[in-house]
């Protein structure tokens, strides 16, 4: 049935395409918006776009990732430093990031480093916070039991700190993979010259809608498989540690 | 030990406000970066600037409707989706498909359909929040407690009457949640349209600020809008904080 529901709003897009009555500057048939796929990515530009789209958010998410990883371990470990510094982090995460994207673009300008700044940023958030809740419940106990038993401090991490801080741990760098790539998207739509964003932009304004949704359709499908990917990532991770 | 971290956090905060003015004045591009005092005269400045005003006033004006369209129409696309099996199973994956789509990549098409005016604002603020609520309220009508329900049916509850006695008020502090969520999406959706749009409103102002490197109008600006938002997230954590508080302790 929810395949019929489906199916049926398709052919209700199709036949309210083909009647007129959905005007195909604004929503295009499916069979053109098909056909523009078909011809989209047999051009090189999807794949140049979707590669610059893609580099933009590796540089984000190592920066991210490399940043937030370090502090979230460094402020987690001890339980002052987790109360003076998580509210202070988690009430800048209440404040939009993409609010700071005006100033990236004064500082960067208006290629990828604008972009790859804003994606850091978005992704930087749920990996510090993420990483902090992670070492910050760490067992004590079992920490302790470690120590008594000479564990040096590569082995406590090893064996003790990592193991129960690594289930939360990925799952914020997973949300910051996400919300980078959401983000790298965004920064592209707003100001770019280059990108996936960029394309869609430049589809809508040249009047070629059929383009432009063959790009978005491209663009889910690669939110899609990131986010595919990353929870099968998640979940193998979580069966290795746990085994 | 608590009293003691808000210090030592107020104190890091200092610290850093501290560090920026110092480094803004002694290495920072003036084109690029100010510090922090002259950004604070530069913002009270901006306040008494009309055209300003009446630009983050607008964006105010888009944020609240915006949300009210976002959580009523949640809501009324959400209860028949939470009361009936059948409308959920029906409609259900269609709306997770549509909340799957990264929304940006539409704004070009909003604004074709909306102009460039309020009305974009408005309907992509309301595309950002509305899922929030349609999905809590949802998941919510579907986690009504079931041995409430047992005994409304065995003292004779008709459907309506379950409705309406049961599953409507025990939504509420789901739905207070839902409206959480749904403002920091709608914010979300407002500020993209109006950086999105540079002709007028806030993505004027940031574009024009930009282009004529006056970066203590560009942070007076940000700041204000994010004062905005934190205002804002703060009210709707407090009405859920304050709708929920009989869900914790249900045997009061």
Redesign the interface.
Known sequence: ??I???AL?FVAWQTGSSSGALDP??LPAPAAVAAALGTVLRSGTVWAALGLTLAELALAFAFAAGSGLLIGFAIGRSP?AV???D??LA?LY???T??????Y???FGIGPPSKIALGATMAFFPIVLSTIAGFAQVSRVHLAAAQSMGANAPQLFRYVMFPDAFPIVIAGLRMGLVLG??AV??GE??TSNGG??HE??TM??SLE?AK?FA??VV??AA??AL?LLTSYAELRGRRHETA | MRGNAGAVRIGVIVLLVLLWELLARRFGNPLLVAPPSTTLVTTIALLGDPQVTQALLAALRELAIAFVIAVVAGLVIALPLGLSTFWRGALLPLVLGLYAVPQVTVLPLFVRIFGLGPPTKIAFGVTHGIFAVILTVIAAARAVDPHLLRAATSLGATRRQMIVAVVLPSLVPSLFTGMRLAMSGVLLGVLLAELYVSTTGIGFFTQAFTNAFAPAKLFGLILLLAAIAIALNELTRMAERRFSRWRENPAS
């Open positions: 049935m929810q019929g529901c489906v709003a500057l604004i002052f109360r003076v510094f509210p202070l009430g209440a404040v939009p993409i609010l700071l994207f005006p100033l673009l004064l500082f790539f959401l998207l965004g739509t707003l996936l964003g869609i932009v809508a304004e809608p432009m790009y978005i663009a889910i939110a899609s986010n």
